[in-house]
Each structure stands twice: as C-alpha cells, then as structure tokens.
C-alpha cells in the first residue's frame, strides 16, 4: 500500500515522463517519415503527367538504351553518337513512351505478350529489321530469324544452367534482346493508337479529285518580283502596335514547355604558356628518338602516356584520328616522323610505321569454347574435340554437345583491333582471325581454357597499318593554371555588376557573350562540358546575380562566369524576349513593304507594265499545287504561289499581287498542262486521309507534350 502511494504521489511526473515518451517516438516517426520524403524528393529526376520519375529508375533506361544504339552503330559501322545526344534521345523516347501509354491506357489499348510473339514468329514487321545482332538473323538472306532468335534464347538459357562462362558471352547480346522487345511493345502501342487515329479520319470524291489535280495540273509561269531586300527598311515603318498585332497573329509559334532563362557569361579557356610548351616539346623529343630505334614499341608508347594505345595489330585508317590517317600513306615503313603539331585537337604527334599490309575487314568464323577445372583438363577435352574435327565431326552437332551452337559469325576490323587494346590475351585469337587458313581448324591455348576456331570466310580486303603514335596535348602546368584562375577572378571579383563586366572585359582580355535560351534540358551551359553545378545555379539564382568563379571544360581547362538576365516562365514567351522580338519584328517588317510594294504596282496588268514599276522578270517552270513554287532567283520557296498560279487560268494575266516569303509577285501564266496518270479515287482519298492524319498526328503530340506537364530535373544529376 505504502508503495501504491508513493506512485500516487509521483502520478504528475510519471504522465509527464510518459507523454515525453510518447511525443519522441511520434517524432522519431515524424522525423524518419520527412526523411523518407525528402530522399524521394531527391531521387526526383523528372515529372510526366504527374507520375514522379526515380533517378534510379531512369539512369538504367538509359543504359540500356545507350548499351543497345551502341550496339547497333557498331554492327552498321557507323560513327555512333556523342554520350550526350544519346542521353537526349533516350530521354525522348521515355516522355513520347510515356504519353502515348498514358493515351492508351485511357482508351483501353493494349499489346499482349501473344501479339508480340505473333509478330516475332511472322518475323516481318519492319521493326525487326533494325535488329542489329548477326545472331538474330537468317544467314542466307541477312534477315531477322525468329528460328534463329529461339535457338539463341535456348543456348543462352543452357548456358546459364550449364556454362556460366560462355553466358557471360551471350550476356550482351541478350540484353540487347530485351531492350529491343521493349522497345517492339512500345512500337506495337503507337501503331495501334495511331491507327484508332486513323479511323476517325476521312475523305470524299472532292478532296480525291482536287489532290490528283493537285499533283497533275502542272503550269509554267513568266513571273514578275519585287523582293522584300530591295525595299529600305527606313521605308517600312513598325510601330508597337504593329509587332503587338504580329506577335498576336503568332503567338502559338512561342509556346515553350519549360522554362527558360537567359544569362550572359565569360568563357576563360586555359592555354599552356611558351615554357609549357618548351617543356613538352623536349620531351617529345626525346621520345622520337626512343621511338626510332625502339625494339619493343608498345613500352615507350605506355611510357608516354599518349593519348593513342599501341594495338600490336595492323589497322584501317579509320581507326586513327584524321591528322594521323593522313599522313600513314606518305611515311615510309620503317620511319618515324615528328613532332608534328595539330592545331585542331592541341597536340604534338610521333608516328611510327612498322608495316603495311592487306587484310580482311570482315572475318566469318565459328568457335567451341572449352573449359575445364584445370588448364590440363581444358586441354585434353579440346584435343579431343580437335581430333574429331579433323577426322570428319561435324561442328555444330560437337558444339551442342558442350552447349554452343557453333554457328557462324562476323568479326569486323575494327572488332578486332578493339580486342587487342582491350587485353594482350587475345592475341592469339585475332592472329587465327587474321592469319589461320580457310577452313582449317585451330586449336588455341588461353588462360581460361582453350578455343577451337575455325575460319571459314575473309572479305573487304584492304591496305592495313601497323603504326605506334604518341599524341600528346599541349597542356598547361599547374603555375599556368593558377596564374590564369587568379587573373580571372580578381577580374570578378573587381566587377560586380553586368555593366561593369561589359565595359571592361575586352580590356582585361575577356568577352561578354550571351545565351538566350538556357533549359534545365540543355545538359551544360554554352556546350562546355562539367558545367553541371553552374547550371543548377542558373535555376537557383535570381535575375540580376553573378554566379561563382566555375572550373570547367572536358578536363578543367576553362573558367566560367555567368549573370542572370531575365527568366522566362513556362508557356508562352513574350514579346521582350531578344529572339521573338527580332523574328516578329522581321515579319511585321515584311508586311509593310508588301503593302508599300502592293501599292507600286497597283493597276498593274502585264508583264511589261510591271517590269516598268521597277519589277526583275523570270521564268518558273513545273508549278503544281502539292508543293510550294521554287523561285531560284530568289531561293525563296512560295506556297502562296502555288495556290495562285493553279487558280489563274493559262494565258491569264493574275489579277492581284501576291504577297510571298521572299517578296511580292505578279505572274503571266503561259503553259497549263495535264501530266499523264489515270484518276484513282479511292488511292487519292486514302492519301488525302493519310496526309490529314499526318498533320492531325502533328497536333495531337503538341497537345500531349503541353498535357503532360513535364517538369525535367535531370540537370541535377548530369
């Protein structure tokens, strides 16, 4: 009892205790709950109708989508896109998949995993014949196979249970399977909506017969001009009123989806200093000399730190940069030449030719891996196989037995001098591409196991080139650089306005330029590369602010400095904004000397009467009215034309001046013919339904980019 008491006594402090208990495990919730939401709130790369994008999410579609297009230009051999307009098309692609899924999703479209297959196994659809990997082609016609892709999928699924080694080799190409069945969905979508599009538009026998008339009614014209350049534009008075009304009249053409904002910067680029360059050029020097008489090339190579690795294998010209590739069919073997310098990329070069000689681009050959646990075991297993080879076995039926399909393939050149610089290992691979007989099966050691080859095609033949080079850039040292920074920023540091930064840039060696358009889309300010943080500022900042001194560029070699100016919501620019007031005032400009013009040549009705009104006279020829008239005296394309000469019939003098891109025209028509081809209703109404879709398509994506609300964040993770 005595006991109860005593917690009686203590009841204020104990609820007191306990509600402290309580607020701090609400907190603690509290707490770990605004955590939560202000890591998401971190992760957030971008907004598409409302759904929030995870950086994470989006970072592995991209390389996948930059994994695949890398892939693809690689086996067209073709030059494959900068990082950056890569980044920018994947991230095109992911906003149009989204709307159009959003669209789909709300009109009840769908693409099963039945159709997908369906459209595989027809193997047709012109989708697939972007598939880039040999393995998924027929190798007769060079098509895709659907055949070829279920034996593929087959091995690579056998290979993972069986054969961790050469899965990892189809790791790849499988990926890229995934990406491009994906991307065959998404394709599969579009279509169908497109074609719900489709049904809803139509046309009748008029709009048929009036586009085969188009097309067909062709007229030749003597044509009479006054061009808007001939007329003074002291003469053209543009009041306010007159750009409000023009840019009334055009204001759709300045939606903007996003935000922009305009800035004026200083771009400083570091150079190497005189003693810089001394410096560099003693060592190149000393470098020839080693180069010259070098037993073992590659040595010196790597001990230069060029920018250029020495492969070991001869290569086409095109693997080298264009001042190298120029040079190689004017160096003798044997020599060596520099240092020569290279404007254009800033470097100093040696170049070494060990040899010439004529090799294959493309190689076909096929391959059975052999593993083991022990090199011995690997060796005794592919012996075997060797020896059934060379008596008769049949290739493919042994690769299967270890899991491989044994199928033929193509290594091109350039494949093959990649492989070399990538490890010395695979030298005895590329000799048996580059060197084996035809036909002839070889069976080579490597570390891991060993590798049975055989080469069963060679083509493309051409001059190769075994050829070491140092290139090295003309870098400024570390005193350069601080020398340079501190100039650069006692300069910011003394002008602390705009004003003051215009008026003494230039005598302090700088220039003040400018950007009108900065999105937070851009990826970098002004194309400088590792401008990341200055453009976060950019989008921080307030009209007016100077940002930090930013160390920039692809390797820290330029300094920046940028003023904000003016921002511009999202929607609709305004009139203020430099490249809508220029290009309103230039068309409001145009309008008044084609009134001016219209009233000189007022009552005009010959040829010869407007020549005499200061008109210059030319021939246009092939007018119809399906494509805008060409005037090549002018480079002017004229649409206006077009309609007005197929109105006016032939030997008809127009009746009114036409006002035109380029100018103000008057027209005698002299020839008005019907080209051969038979009327066609129904192929000329479905063409003018598909030219209709095209332009409605056209205005359905605008509305859908301005319905999805996109808010692009991925500045703040570049």
Not at 409 to 438: C, H, R
């Amino acid at each position: 009892m005595a006991a109860l008491g005593k917690i009686r006594s203590k009841g204020p402090l104990l609820v007191a205790i306990i509600a402290l208990g309580l607020f701090a495990f609400i907190a603690g919730d509290g707490f770990k709950s605004c955590e939560s939401f202000s890591a998401q709130k971190r992760n957030q790369l971008a907004s598409i109708l409302g759904e929030k994008i995870n950086a994470q999410d989006y970072q592995k579609y991209v390389e996948e989508f930059k994994e695949a297009t890398s892939t693809e230009y690689a086996m067209q051999q073709s030059p494959a896109p900068s990082d950056e307009q890569i980044r920018e098309m994947a991230w095109q692609n992911y906003v149009n998949n989204k709307m159009i899924e959003a669209e789909a999703k709300a009109l009840g479209l769908t693409v099963t995993d039945e159709e997908i297959q369906n459209v595989i196994n027809d193997g047709t659809h012109q989708f697939l014949m972007s598939v880039a990997i040999p393995q998924f082609h027929n190798e007769k016609t060079g098509r895709f196979d659907a055949n070829a892709l279920k034996q593929f999928l087959a091995n690579y699924n056998s290979a993972r249970k069986n054969n961790p080694q050469m899965a990892e080799q189809l790791e790849q190409a499988h990926r890229y399977w995934l990406f491009k069945e994906n991307q065959l969905r998404q394709t599969l979508l579009m279509q169908k909506y497109q074609a719900m599009l489709q049904a809803g538009v139509l046309s009748n026998p008029v709009e048929a017969k009036f586009a085969f008339d188009a097309e067909k009614i062709e007229s030749n014209v003597e044509l009479a001009y006054i061009d808007y350049k001939s007329i003074n534009d002291n003469e053209a008075k543009v009041s306010d009123a007159d750009l409000k009304a023009k840019y009334d009249e055009l204001k759709e053409r300045f939606y903007i989806p996003q935000e922009i904002r305009e800035i004026k910067y200083i771009d400083v680029k570091k150079v190497a200093s005189a003693a810089d360059r001394a410096k560099l050029q003693k060592q190149m020097n000393q470098y020839a000399e080693e180069l010259k008489t070098a037993a073992n090339v590659e040595q010196v190579v790597r001990k230069s730190q060029s920018r250029i690795q020495y492969a070991g294998v001869p290569a086409a010209k095109t693997i080298f940069p264009t001042d190298i590739a120029n040079k190689l069919d004017s160096i003798a073997v044997g020599s060596t030449v520099g240092p020569v310098e290279n404007k254009a990329d800033n470097t100093l070069n040696i170049i070494r030719l060990m040899g010439k000689t004529s090799q294959a681009d493309s190689i076909q050959y096929r391959m059975i891996a052999v593993g083991g646990n022990t090199p011995a075991e690997a060796k005794k297993t592919a012996d075997s196989i060797y020896t059934a080879l060379q008596g008769g076995a049949d290739f493919e039926a042994l690769a299967k037995k270890y899991n491989q399909t044994g199928e033929k393939q193509w290594v091109t050149g350039n494949q093959i001098y990649n492989a070399a610089l990538q490890s010395k290992e695979n030298m005895p691979i590329i000799n048996a591409w580059n060197d084996g007989a035809l036909n002839a099966y070889q069976n080579i050691a490597l570390t891991q196991g060993n590798m049975i080859i055989q080469v069963t095609d060679r083509k493309s033949f051409s001059t190769r080139y075994d050829v070491a080079v140092i290139k090295k850039t003309i870098d400024f040292s570390d005193e350069t650089s601080n020398e340079i920074y501190n100039k650069f920023n006692s300069f910011v540091a003394a002008n602390r306005t705009l004003a003051d930064m215009e008026k003494n840039a230039q005598k302090s060696g700088y220039q003040v330029l400018e950007m009108p358009n900065v999105t937070t889309s851009s990826g970098n300010v002004a194309g400088i590369q590792g401008t990341r943080d200055a453009l976060k500022w950019i989008f921080e900042a307030e009209e007016g602010d100077i940002s930090p001194v930013y160390s920039c560029g692809s390797n820290t070699d330029e300094l920046l400095v940028v003023v904000l100016t003016k921002v511009h919501p999202k929607g609709y620019l305004t009139l203020d904004h430099p490249q809508v007031k220029e290009y309103v005032k230039a068309e409001a400009m145009n309008d008044k000397k084609a009134e001016i013009i219209k009233a000189k040549l007022n009552g005009v009705n010959s040829i010869a009467a407007a020549k005499q009104k200061g008109c210059k006279v030319t021939t246009v020829e092939q007018i119809t009215f399906a494509a805008p008239a060409m005037i090549p005296a002018l480079q002017a394309s004229e649409p206006a034309l077009s309609g007005a000469v197929f109105a006016t019939p032939k030997g008809k003098f127009s009746s009114h001046p036409v006002k035109g891109n380029a100018g103000v025209y008057v027209f005698q028509v002299t020839d008005k013919k019907q080209l051969p081809g038979k009327f066609d209703a129904k192929q000329y109404a479905e063409q003018v339904a598909m030219q209709n879709m095209r332009t409605m398509f056209q205005s359905i994506q605008q509305d859908l980019q301005r319905k999805a609300d996109v808010v692009d964040n991925r500045y703040l993770f570049m």
